[in-house]
C-alpha cells in the first residue's frame, strides 16, 4: 500500500478560521464613473448617509477622482454640475473625466475619529489614491456648518482637506474611512 506524499497531506492542527466573505479590495469596491456620462440614478446607487447643506434629499457620495499623474479622494454630488470635486492646489476644483464612486458598506467600512494626518492605531485605512510623488491618500470626512463633507487625507497632510464653497477647506479634527475589524469564528 503506498502513502500519501507528504507534500499533498492536510497541515497539521484545527482549519483556519472561516470568514462569511472574502475581503474587500484595499480601495473597497467601486462604481467606474464618467463625467461625460450621465449620473446613474440615486435609486440604482446604495444608499449614502451624507447629504449636502439643502438637506438628505441632495445626497453626497465619496469616491476618487483620477487626474493625468494622481488619483485624489473626492465628493461627488449628483445635483452639482460637474458632480465631481476635489480639494486640489488650495482650491475646489471640478473634475471632470473619470472618477470612482465608493458605497460606504458599513459591514465593511466606517468612519473613525482622528486628527493631523493619523491613522488610528491597529486600523487600516481605505486607500483613496495618490499624489504625484507618490504619497498615499485616503477618504475623510470633516465637520463644515453642520453637515459632513467628504475629502482627503494623508500622513504627510497632517489634517483632513475637503472642497467646499469654492476652496480647500483644512481640518485638523475629522474623521478618517477604516476597514472594519472582522471577527473570526474559531473551532
Known amino acids: 500500500m503506498s502513502t500519501f506524499p507528504s507534500a499533498f497531506a492536510p497541515p497539521p492542527g484545527p482549519p483556519p478560521p472561516v470568514t462569511s466573505r472574502p475581503p474587500p479590495p484595499p480601495a473597497g469596491n467601486r462604481y467606474a464613473l464618467t463625467t461625460s456620462n450621465p449620473f446613474p440614478s440615486i435609486e440604482s446607487l446604495p444608499p449614502t448617509r451624507i447629504h449636502d447643506l439643502a438637506g438628505s434629499h441632495q445626497v453626497v457620495y465619496v469616491g476618487s477622482a483620477l487626474f493625468e499623474k494622481s488619483v485624489q479622494p473626492c465628493k461627488i454630488g449628483p445635483h452639482l454640475n460637474p458632480p465631481v470635486s476635489v480639494p486640489y ?3 475646489e476644483i471640478n473634475h471632470t473625466g473619470r472618477y470612482d464612486l465608493l458605497p460606504i458598506d458599513e ?3 466606517e468612519w473613525a475619529d482622528t486628527s493631523h494626518g493619523r491613522i488610528p492605531s491597529g486600523r487600516r485605512p ?16 470633516a465637520p463644515i456648518e453642520g453637515i459632513w ?6 500622513i504627510h497632510l497632517g489634517a483632513a482637506h475637503v472642497p467646499f464653497g469654492g476652496e480647500r477647506v483644512v481640518k485638523e479634527g475629522y474623521k478618517i474611512l477604516i476597514e472594519v475589524i472582522v471577527k473570526s469564528i474559531s473551532y
Not at 126 to 141: D, I, K, P, T, W
Open 89 to 91: 492646489g488650495g482650491q
Open 107 to 109: 459591514s465593511l467600512m
Open 126 to 141: 481605505v486607500e483613496g489614491g495618490y499624489e504625484e510623488n507618490g504619497e498615499r491618500l485616503f477618504h475623510a470626512l
Open 149 to 154: 463633507v467628504p475629502g482627503k487625507t494623508g
